[in-house]
């Protein structure tokens, strides 16, 4: 070991009659901890609203989705078989997009009615858990009732807004009526609740309905047309190129949207403010070096004497500069050590910390009907991680620069005239 790191370690610690440096160096890294901690678990948690919503995002929505300009999509089957060519492209399956009303007794709510293809789509979304019933049923007419009742799959929340229960009826309202002698008369259909579904996702749960693609043609008075198709890749991450491709591939009056598009103010502003919370929360960092720069300074002032009687034996300048640069790496290196220890723990079990909060005092820290998430997610991305560390070393080296400087520079006369 070299005198240089011999004498940093012993500098921090302590005599007896230097308590109050011990107790700054102590404050130093409590203060790059707590820093280095704090970022690695805000990190973890925007990275983990990211990817729960993009999985949330991406199970109800598909990666692409095609439609056609001038109306409802007639040869469907025939652009299915000609955009399974496109490389990349995994499935495919029709779908039916309309707004509707829903009434139940009493209950009236505005939803999102979605005909579905049950023998494609699984291939190509998901619904995420089925808390009831299931999907297959929406195929099935309900043979007990009278006349047969088609099926419908609701959101959990939907489902409670309305006070509908598995195997109720409901009545779906559409927008598109009928034509008869005493004017426009909205169309309407008697459905039975053959399913609940459960997507994690508040704002899906609340609002979408989906009926087979058959029913959905009758009710919206298509015929044999579909709103479009939706579409699965293989690289969610190539969704924009495969999406041109499509539309070079079929032309007029075809046109394809990826989920990068339909939501790209969402990531956009998940990106955003997790660029705010790194560099608010780096301020912890840098006032933490704030402190080893003072403790540096404080130990210089102390060490005098010593630097003095080190210098009239022959240590250069450059092994002085040495000494206080390693005592505040040092400092550094713990902290940032016993900082990522305890930002990974809490991170890597941050939904079980978050669950004996809840239920210690007794509350809900995201309530589904005002969050997108009813969770807490974590994931931790081994570069953040890497980031910060080296981030925090290189402040801890910076703030070591000038006092260490200025301990080089002083001269053993002047610190040894009155001895």
């Given amino acids: 070991m070299s005198y240089e790191w011999f004498i940093s370690l012993r500098y921090l610690r302590a005599k007896r009659k230097q308590i109050f440096l011990s107790v700054i160096t102590f404050i130093s890294i409590g203060g790059i901890l707590l820093g280095v901690a704090a970022l690695i678990i805000v990190l973890a948690v925007m990275n983990g609203f990211e990817k729960d919503l993009r999985d949330k995002i991406l199970g109800i929505n598909s990666h692409i989705v095609l439609m056609e300009h001038l109306g409802p999509m007639k040869d469907h089957r025939r652009i299915a078989a000609e955009i399974q060519k496109v490389p990349g492209v995994v499935a495919s399956t029709p779908f039916i997009y309309s707004q509707v009303m829903l009434r139940h007794n009493r209950g009236v709510s505005g939803a999102v009615l979605r005909g579905l293809e049950t023998s494609s789509a699984y291939a190509v979304i998901s619904l995420g858990r089925i808390a009831e019933g299931k999907i297959e049923a929406l195929d099935e007419v309900q043979r007990g ?84 198709l939706e579409i699965k890749v293989q690289d969610i991450y190539r969704a924009d190129r495969i999406a041109r491709e499509i539309e070079n591939k079929l032309g007029f009056p075809y046109w394809a949207r990826h989920w990068m598009e339909m939501n790209k103010n969402l990531f956009s502003a998940l990106r955003l403010e997790k660029r705010v919370m790194f560099i608010i929360l780096s301020l912890i960092v840098l006032v933490a070096a704030f402190n080893i720069i003072t403790t540096l300074i404080m130990v210089v002032m102390d060490k005098n004497k010593d630097i003095a009687v080190l210098k009239a034996m022959g240590a250069t300048r450059n092994g002085i500069m040495r000494i206080f640069v390693y005592q505040g790496l040092i400092i ?11 930002g990974l723990v809490v991170a890597f079990n941050l939904s079980a910390i978050s669950a004996f909060v809840e239920r210690v005092m007794g509350i809900k820290i995201l309530p589904g009907d005002v969050y997108y998430l009813t969770e807490l997610p974590s994931r931790v991305n081994p570069g953040d991680v890497v980031v910060i560390v080296i981030g925090t070393m290189f402040l801890s080296f910076i703030s070591t620069i000038y006092p260490s400087w200025r301990a080089s520079r002083l001269d053993p006369a002047e610190a040894l005239r009155y001895e």
């Fill in 332 to 342: 550094g290196a713990i902290g940032t050590f016993l900082g990522t220890a305890l």
């Fill in 145 to 228: 009732d009278t006349p047969p009742l088609p099926g419908i799959l609701l959101g959990k929340e939907m489902a409670k807004h309305l006070g509908a229960f598995l195997f109720d009826t409901v009545t779906v309202v559409s927008p598109f009526g009928e034509a008869t002698p005493l004017g426009v008369i909205p169309k309407m259909k008697r459905f039975r609740v053959v399913g609940i579904f459960d997507s994690g996702f508040y704002e899906y749960d609340s609002t979408l309905a989906y009926i087979s693609l058959k029913e959905a043609q009758s009710l919206l008075g298509l015929g044999e047309g579909v709103t479009g």
